[in-house]
């Protein structure tokens, strides 16, 4: 089903006071490979179709918005077809335009942990969840992929965000927010899908899908894993083949046999007989990043073009000349 005769909903609500049930156009970007999911949204300055929180409609004829919102205000975006509406987005206001259109800007619950109070702090056992209760406010829950540790971690006046971008940076971790209060991390090659979404090439996915088919053959990779040891002394392990791209993986005070496993499962994640690019679909089905594609290409008897894929990120545009329509980059074959 493609969606083209059903009527596009949406409701963008403003610090639980204030509602919008229509709006020029709005873009969701959410991502396991970057920490903080972002929304844009078009309104026109003059606005008059608002409505409380006890759904009264409120009169803002010949006022300006800004009257009403303010930058860090929380905001949810809910969006879906003929009255069935879902949350695709929840976070604060970071930035409210001065031009017309009106464009307001907005950010997850990563934006919190930017403002989160500096901590430093020595963490001597090097366990990522030690590290993590070092430095997150309490409320917030973590979900780590498995037990990782990588020696004693310093932590200088630093933000809960910022240490979260020293560990992407330094070893590989990816973090980001399941919802409000649960913050998921680990290695990218580690996330296992909790729900995995049907899509059929011949009844679910848009004509402007961009995915290749490539055999593994085709796809040149070196992965190089590094890990410095106490004593200074760095060790390497190299996998796969020159002349294509390359990926280099710094893990502190790893053993040489650690590191081939870690360079192999990199290896093989991203070597592989099947698609690259992004599965483009509409509102349904609702996925969203570290879940899994199942796809089926029905027009190869032989199915060799079926596959699962992990969903790395998301991004959802809703617009008059789009409807609604869901861009899922495909990331390792499962």
């Not at 879940?291 to 545009?317: L, T, W």
């Amino acid at each position: 089903m493609n969606y083209l005769f059903h009527n596009v909903s949406l409701r963008i609500v403003i610090a639980d006071k204030l509602w919008f049930n229509a709006c020029k156009s709005i873009r969701i970007d959410k991502s396991v490979q970057v920490l903080t999911d972002s929304a844009k949204i078009e309104l026109p300055r003059e606005f008059k179709n608002a409505i409380d929180v006890f759904g009264q409609p409120v009169d803002i004829s010949g006022k300006s918005i800004l009257d009403f919102i303010r930058r860090d205000d929380p905001i949810s975006i809910l969006i879906g077809y003929d009255g069935d509406l879902e949350t695709e987005f929840q976070g604060y206001i970071t930035k409210i335009g001065a031009d017309t259109p009106l464009l307001i800007e907005c950010e997850d619950e990563m934006s919190r942990l930017k403002k989160a109070p500096r901590v430093t702090k020595s963490v001597k056992s090097g366990k990522l969840i030690d590290i993590l209760k070092a430095i997150l406010p309490a409320k917030y829950k973590v979900e780590c992929n498995q037990d990782y540790a990588f020696g004693t971690w310093l932590i200088d006046l630093a933000t809960p965000y910022e240490v979260l971008e020293q560990l992407k940076e330094k070893v590989g971790i990816r973090a980001y927010f399941k919802d409000a209060t649960t913050l998921k991390v680990g290695m990218m090659i580690d996330f296992e899908p909790q729900t995995t979404h049907d899509f059929n090439f011949s009844e679910n996915v848009r004509r402007d899908t961009d995915l290749k088919f490539e055999l593994k053959e085709d796809r040149l990779l070196e992965v190089t894993a590094k890990s410095k040891q106490k004593n200074g002394q760095e060790i390497t392990y190299t996998k796969g083949d020159k002349g294509g791209d390359t990926i280099t993986l710094k893990l502190p005070q790893l053993s040489k046999a650690e590191l081939k496993i870690w360079a192999d499962r990199t290896h093989a994640s991203r070597s592989f007989t099947g698609f690259e690019g992004s599965l483009n679909g509409w509102c349904y089905p609702r996925t969203k990043p570290g879940d899994a594609a199942k796809i089926v290409r029905p027009f190869y008897p032989d199915r060799h073009q079926d596959g699962k894929y992990f969903i790395e990120s998301v991004s959802i545009e809703v617009s008059e000349s789009a409807g609604i329509k869901r861009t899922n980059k495909l990331s390792y074959k499962l």
